[in-house]
């Protein structure tokens, strides 16, 4: 059976022999051990069911490896030996690495493709990024993009509907203080001396800014600048067109930038359009936000006290209640938030997912909370993962930021120092809720200690080979649905397909556990293989079968390379 040639599809096989045993739907996994005599794959499933089923794990192993060789597995395996305690250890067939190598060669860049089973698959919205177009992207951002879309990439190749969303956070008191920055910066360039303010921007990107503007518009506010105090004193109209102009070219910088990082976005929801629209106003406020106060209102889940308006959110689960409406009339964060969410499933999303800065560690329970109370009432439609810092060494360092003051490593800085590739691939190589930091310096070497540099040249070495190949007048490469030769397969060739054959697992559990790093740790280990096997079998040789089988062997480890390097939107090149 075709399906069985992965190691997905032989524990799928499995798990249905578990389940007619033991009554019951199973999960199986599988395990390559340590030493070729323990077998080719290994499961503990035998362990795992005894003790359910009240059966002695040895004789349920046993019983387990009797119906699977009689039934689904006669043909792809050998014979099977129960080990210690109860592990089932399987010795394959040679027909089996044949035929997965050619399975592998068939499907191509669809390897491992919608692996996830249909009653998992899901409609799903994810954001990420997300920060206030206030200045430009750093490094911090840089880890949350290639992870957001890694994510993003993995969902889709596995079987989900993934839109990609960027929410602009263009409401409330930090876009204020980044249009009064820049409208310092637009007079201080017109020789006119207005502070910044407390607390302001004073990156050099916002004297940039503001020479911009002036080549734009020329003295347009000059006299609306010189007759303020200070920033503060600016009229409301001549602030938002500060703050309207400035989020427009800072949004601009981060798409140019998120695509030179290869990150690209479905969706950019402005904050600020939240507040906008037609009909009855709820509590002062129209558009999404009203609509959400409204539903609220109807839950009964607002109060007022103080002068303030309340939710309840300790009903489900925060700690304390939270205002959404100031004793001023303003809106809370808070509320844009539950809006947006409200937003969110009104567009007909099954599963939300939001990807959030260390920093907002202590804004889930009442995010959760406040979403938990939106009908149709189910927390679990939301998922929220929060990532962590991102360090950058260099010459054995830690360089230190800060956005504020505007001492920072950019990401256009960051792709300019190691490239996009080693950015990429260096970024999602730990789980995003581990601190990372990236060496610099070995980012760049050319050596097999820079993993990105070790993958990308296993890939390379194969296009060479192949290419080597196509010059030979007797070339011959595997042909689609044809079965290769009947040849020995020896233990390392083995070796790099049970590697192979792990791929689609590798998707499907780094797609459930939101976990890009898992593919990273992959390539390596794929790489490693495909680096032994060239150093022990040659693929050009006098034996016609050999070659082909090699080269089709080499086929399905470039195009797994390719593909693999792709979900994590790193480049796979032919040359290097």
Known sequence: MAELHDFAGLA??????????????????????ARPEHGDVSTNAALVWASRVGRKPRELAEELGAAWLQGEGAGVCDRFEV?????????????????AVQRMVDLGPDYGRGVLPPSERQVMNIEF???????????????????????????????????????????????TKFGQSLAARYAQRLGIDLPLPEDGYQGDYLVAYAERLIAEVGERYRMAVAAAP??????????????????????????????????????WKSELTLYEGEGVAQRGFAGEVGKALAQMDAEGLLYEQDGAVWLRTTQYGDDKDRV???????????????????????????????????????????????????????????????GQLVNLIESGEQKRMSKRRGDIVTINDLISAIGVDAARFFLVGRSHDSTLDLDLDLAVEESSKNPVYYVQYA????????????????????EPETELPRVHVAATERALVKTLSQYPLVVLDATRRRAPHRVYTYLGELAAEFHAFYRVCRVLTDKPDVTLFRTALCLATRSTLAGGLDLLGVSAPQTM
């Open 12 to 33: 799928a096989s499995l798990e249905r022999a578990l389940a007619a045993i033991v009554s019951e739907s199973c999960v199986v996994e599988l395990s390559v051990p």
């Open 83 to 99: 080990a210690g305690p109860g592990f089932l250890n399987l010795f394959l067939s040679s027909s089996w690495y044949r035929e």
């Open 129 to 175: 990024v997300s920060v206030n177009p206030t200045g430009p992207l750093h490094v911090g951002h840089a880890r949350y993009a290639a992870y957001g879309d890694a994510l993003c990439r993995l969902f889709a190749f596995a079987g989900h509907r993934v839109t990609r969303e960027f929410y602009v956070n263009d409401y409330g008191t930090q876009m």
């Open 230 to 267: 200070h920033v503060a004193a600016l009229t409301p109209d001549v602030l938002e067109e500060f703050k309207c102009w400035g989020r427009d070219r800072v949004l601009e910088s981060f798409k140019d930038t998120l695509q030179r990082l290869r990150v690209t976005f479905d969706v």
């Open 324 to 386: 959404l409406v100031r004793q001023t009339g303003e809106p809370t964060y808070f509320l844009s938030d539950i809006a947006y969410h409200r937003d969110k499933m009104d567009r007909g999303f099954e599963h939300l997912i939001d990807i959030w800065g260390a920093d907002h560690h202590g804004y889930v329970p009442r995010m959760k909370a406040a979403f938990t109370a939106l009908p149709p009432h189910d927390p679990e439609r939301l998922e929220l993962i929060i």
């Open 459 to 478: 890939h390379a070495r194969i296009c060479s080979i192949l290419r080597n190949l196509e010059r030979q007048a007797d070339a011959k490469l595997p």
